[in-house]
């Protein structure tokens, strides 16, 4: 095994964009979104959070308690952020189902209606100066919301919780990168 510190990616920077469900999807890393993916702009220091909860139930054979098996029954990923730039189109993702409108005047008013279903495609951003890791989720929705506090001294946040589901292929998410090492040990590489 090598040990190669060009290997080693830290998420410098990066963001997230959300689109309706069935606008083109991303091919690979670095190419263009399609023009109907709308940016969300800052994320707070803490980054996007990506989790997996898998839950296995073990299969048990009568002959001594064994565990002989296990299944897997459940497989679950989230992705967790907090959007800090305040704009309509973070609103709008943070209350599913209402919709920022012009106040008849010179402002903007959003008529915040019960929490519904608003299922979504979304791209993640990752960037690590010339490396970009995109992860692309093509049917997913806002599933779980955080406080919003006011307070002096710090942004106003929206925390967002995006549960991805399977697409049309079965897919829970892709992943693209213009990282070579992502190659490394399975097309011949060392």
Not at 2 to 31: C, H, K, Q, Y
Not at 72 to 85: A, H, K, Y
Not at 151 to 172: C, E, F, H, M, S
């Amino acid at each position: 095994m090598a040990l190669v510190a060009s290997e080693v990616d830290v998420a410098i920077t990066g963001e997230m964009f959300s689109a309706p469900v069935g606008t083109t999807a991303p091919t690979n890393a670095s190419a263009p979104l399609d023009p109907a993916f709308i940016g969300h702009g800052y994320c707070s220091e803490d980054g996007v959070t990506e989790a997996w909860e898998d839950n296995v139930e073990n299969i048990v054979a009568w002959q001594n308690a064994t565990v002989v098996r296990a299944a897997r029954t459940e497989s679950l990923v989230t992705f967790q952020t907090t959007l800090i730039q305040n704009r309509g189109s973070n609103l709008e993702l943070y209350h599913p189902g209402s919709t920022m409108e012009t106040d008849g005047g010179s402002g903007w008013m959003l008529e915040v209606k019960p929490a519904n279903s608003d299922p979504r495609s979304f791209v993640i951003n990752v960037v690590d100066g010339n490396t970009l890791m995109r992860f692309y989720l093509g049917n997913a929705e806002v599933t779980e919301r955080g406080e919003i506090q006011y307070a002096n001294g710090q942004a106003i946040g929206y925390q967002v919780t995006i549960t991805a589901y399977p697409d049309a292929d079965g897919n829970l998410m892709v992943k693209y990168s213009t990282d070579a090492a992502w190659g490394t040990d399975i097309a011949g590489g060392s």
